[in-house]
């Protein structure tokens, strides 16, 4: 076994990570605007861009799921039990006495447990929270004829800021997380090139370099 | 009913027959002749051919020698219009033009002028010839017996001149102002009276009335330009463009009648029902827009673009808002001001014995306002007024003469009807009248207040006793007075429909999506941007604690490494 630098992040996966990033911040630009928290833009620019670019980021999440489903990527987010105490020591602890980080990354799971885990809570809770809920604000017009059309606003409103400022605090722990251990360039860099020290078994080394995916 | 015609026809022919010797001597004439056909013979010399200019009309009036006079009076110059117009005088009878009475089916209530009170001068009943000068006919001297059933007391000229000089006197009980004219009298405008030319008005007439028809009394409505309604104002003889879009000559330069469609001399709008929601969703083309709605021509979704997404949007507000909530932005526009707030309770204050008054506003146009008068006491203005916004669905409720009021309350003169979030009710602008008004402390009923009478002894404007006054008014319409009075606040709803600006000048979206926007305190609407809503203070909570987390955990990591000097490897 020995660390290789592997192409794990296709085009379409860097492509998909920076469009997320790039919409989801236009989202929180324009819902803070929407919720009143600035007034550098007009509301009603606020609303149009908030509207286009989420309906824009859910084709492609639309796009990714298909992907993530037919090439098998949706495994890499599957939560384990497997190594999560180690992970959360490190957190807590070991990263403050100097230690390494517990988890060493494989092709197959790129993500530690607990990393995991809180993707898989973000694109199974967080992420379905604020795009029903946006779909049904978008979509009042069509139902707020009915009985309690304004009450049922209010708590949907409620409920789609909410889950926004769950995302925005997940982008802040995310961000954060690319400090620890490497460093912040070092994190963010596989995700622009695509390329990441792995450990590869001598296997999986011949394989990747037959595929022509490594870089050394 | 039989009896009237004949008297209609008797008066009429007696009009004719005294106006008009040759022609009379003609047809005496004729009467010798026993062919009966002979004197009715029709005459078409007067008929334009086709070397004249097409005109509009198919009759010009100027023609007609039955309208060339003399005319004692204007009721004179109405038996002549009867004599070709025989129906058009039992339309206007049958009007509220006519009747000041109008009857809600919905509420049950019997309002009009005659009966309601009002947050401005109050009551009709007491003070009639300076009241019902505005009225369409003539000598309504007492509205406690509804008009007699006299279509040649039907006042057609104030709405059919169109030679610009007829009026009627401010206290002749719709008289227009004839030789000799009194000193000082002043016309409904506020104008100092001159004799009218009845042949001159007689010979011009022609339908459909004019702005300045419709003007002359619906502009001056509370004593003075614009002091009652807020959004009908002399600004709108000829507004600009960004005053009213619709009567501009730089904008589609309508005239009244354009929207207040007429049928049988009766019109379309009301403010006792007004028409908030679309009354005919089931439109046709080429089917008629018999309602003074903006839906009437503009449909329910009436924005198009250029952008279809907020057009869409701004299209979903309309099951919310009235037209009106966006699109008069301010009321009292195009430079004249309108009474706010009117204080009755400090009229009657005399300086040496002498009435005064005092002119505290200033117009934008330099025009000076009364802000205190002994006659009515404290007034305020207000120039491009921000409107009162409730959920109506255009039924008026009033508090009438002889209902029980809370004098611990503001008293609302009229109850604006609908629900929040109704589906047949809208938000919907008002200008909101602020009164004080004399009521009676032991019946707890607003009173009616004699303020208008020369030399009768009791009358406000000329005595300053509210004593007298109040009581003569009670007397007049036979009601009970315990004789001790005070005064109650009030409101007066009057929706605001008029001065519409251009589209862009409409509300935009911070309006009402700010906060203390436009809506708040509304119930039944969520106005997103209008404040942080519980989730939103919940998330920010969340937010701010992984914020703090991750400074803190940094904090110490940055702590720790000082500790371990070299134990890091980044």
Known sequence: MAEHCVKVYSRFNRLWHWSQVGSIMLLFFTGARLLGLHTIMPFGLAVMVHTVVALALLLLWAFATFWLFTTGGYKQFIPRLAGMWEVGRFYAYGVFKGEEHPYVKSYERRHNPLQAASYFALKMMLFPAIWISGLAYLSYGFWDHLDGGSFWLEIIANFHVLAAFAIASFVVIHVYLLTIGHGFRQHVRPMVSGYEKVELTPEAEAYFRQQGRLLD | ?570
């Open chain 2, 1 to 570: 009913m039989r009896q009237t015609a004949l008297r209609i026809t008797a008066i009429v022919s007696t009009v004719i027959w005294a106006q008009f010797p040759a022609y009379a001597q003609e047809s005496s004439a004729g009467e010798e002749t026993p062919a009966l056909g002979a004197q009715s013979k029709p005459d078409a010399s007067k008929a334009a051919h086709m070397s004249d200019p097409v005109k509009d009309l198919t009759a010009d009036h100027s023609k007609f020698d039955i309208l060339k006079g003399p005319f004692a009076s204007g009721s004179e110059v109405t038996a002549a219009c009867l004599s070709c117009h025989t129906e058009a005088g039992n339309q206007v009878m049958h009007s509220v033009h006519w009747k000041w009475e109008y009857q809600n089916e919905v509420t049950g209530q019997t309002l009009g002028k005659a009966h309601e009170m009002n947050a401005f001068c109050g009551n009709v009943a007491s003070n009639e010839v300076r009241c019902t000068s505005c009225h369409t006919g003539y000598g309504w001297t007492d509205v406690r017996q509804p008009m007699p059933d006299d279509p040649t007391k039907v006042d057609c000229l104030v709405c059919h001149d169109k030679s610009g000089q007829y009026t009627k006197q401010d206290n002749l009980a719709g008289e227009p102002p004839l030789e000799p004219v009194a000193e000082g009298a002043k016309t409904i405008t506020g104008a100092t009276a001159t004799a009218v030319d009845l042949v001159k008005a007689a010979l011009s007439v022609g339908p459909p009335p004019g702005r300045d028809n419709c003007g002359n009394c619906h502009f001056y409505g509370g004593g003075g330009d614009n002091v009652k309604h807020g959004d009908l104002s002399s600004a709108l003889f000829n507004p600009a463009r960004d005053v009213d879009v619709h009567m501009s000559p730089d904008g589609e330069n309508f005239a009244c009648e354009t929207c207040h469609v007429s049928d049988k001399h009766v019109f379309e709008g009301s403010r006792y029902e007004t028409d908030v929601v679309d009354p005919h969703p089931d439109r046709m083309a080429g089917s008629a827009h018999d309602a003074a709605a903006c839906q009437s021509c503009h449909t329910d979704t009436p924005h198009k673009g250029p952008n279809p997404l907020i057009a869409a949007k701004l299209n979903d507000h309309t099951d919310t808002l009235a037209c009106q909530t966006c699109h008069i932005p301010s009321f009292a526009r195009g430079g004249v001001a309108t009474k706010t707030v009117w204080d009755w309770s400090t009229a009657g204050k005399l300086k040496d014995g002498k009435p005064y008054h005092e002119e505290g506003f200033t117009q934008s146009d330099g025009k000076q306002l009364h802000t205190y008068m002994s006659q009515k006491g404290d007034f305020e203005w207000g120039e491009n007024v921000t409107p009162y916004y409730a959920w109506s669905n255009g039924e008026m409720t009033y508090t009438l003469p002889e209902e029980k009021i809370d004098p611990t309350k503001v008293v609302e003169i009229n109850k604006i009807g609908g629900n929040p979030g109704g589906e047949d009710s809208r938000i919907f602008p008002f200008k909101r009248m602020v009164g004080t008004q004399a009521y009676d402390k032991q019946r707890d009923v607003l009173l009616y207040n004699h303020v208008y009478g020369p030399g009768d002894g009791t009358a406000l404007w000329s005595y300053f006793d509210w004593e007298k006054s109040l009581q003569a008014g009670m007397d007049y319409v036979g009601l009970e007075y315990s004789g001790d009075f005070g005064f109650v606040h009030t409101y007066m709803y009057w929706p605001i429909t008029h001065m519409v600006a251009p589209k862009e000048d409409a509300l935009v979206c911070e309006s009402c999506h700010a906060q203390d926007g436009r809506m708040a305190n509304l119930a039944g609407i969520y106005v997103p941007g209008s404040g942080i809503n519980l989730g939103g203070k919940l998330g920010l909570a969340v937010f701010l604690l992984a914020l703090l987390g991750v400074l803190g955990h940094g904090a110490l990591r940055v702590i720790s490494r000082g500790k371990n000097k070299g134990g890091h490897h980044g």
